[in-house]
C-alpha cells in the first residue's frame, strides 16, 4: 500500500497554507488533479514535437502547481525537465515525464482518484 512518503506527498504542508480548512482541501486537490492531467499531456505531447518552449512552460506551471499542494515528486521531476528545457535539450526528458505520469497515477491512488478524473495514461515515452 502507498503511503505519502512513497510519492513524496505531504498533505500537512497544504491544510497548513490553507488553516485546516477541509474543504478547501478537497476543491484544491480536485483543482490540482484535473489541471495537472492536462499539464502533463501537454507536456508529453510537447516532448513527443521538439517543441522546447512549451515543454519549459508547462513543466514550469506543473512544477508550481504540485509544490503548491504539497506533491514534492512531481514538482522536483517537473522542474528537471524545465531545467533541460532552458538548456534546450530534451534528452532524458521523457524518462522524467514517465516518472512524473507513475507519480500522478500513486497520487491519485491514494488520494482515491481516479484515473478519468485526470485524463492521464502513462506514455510509452523513452530518451
Known sequence: MLNNEDIGFSPDF??????????????LINIFVEDAGDHIRLIRESIEKNDIEKTQRESHTL???????????????????E????DSDLS?????LIRIERAFQD???LL?????SSG????GLTG
Not at 492521464?120 to 506514455?123: I, L, M, R, T
Request: hydrophobic residues 35%; without cysteine.
Open 14 to 27: 497544504l491544510l497548513d497554507q490553507i488553516d485546516n480548512d477541509k474543504e478547501l482541501f478537497d476543491t
Open 63 to 81: 512544477k508550481g502547481a504540485s509544490g503548491t499542494i504539497g506533491a514534492a515528486l512531481i514538482s522536483q521531476l517537473a522542474a528537471e525537465i
Open 83 to 86: 531545467k533541460r528545457s532552458k
Open 92 to 96: 532524458g526528458t521523457g524518462e522524467l
Open 107 to 109: 497520487l491519485l491512488e
Open 112 to 116: 482515491g482518484k481516479t484515473q478519468d
Open 120 to 123: 492521464v495514461e502513462p506514455s
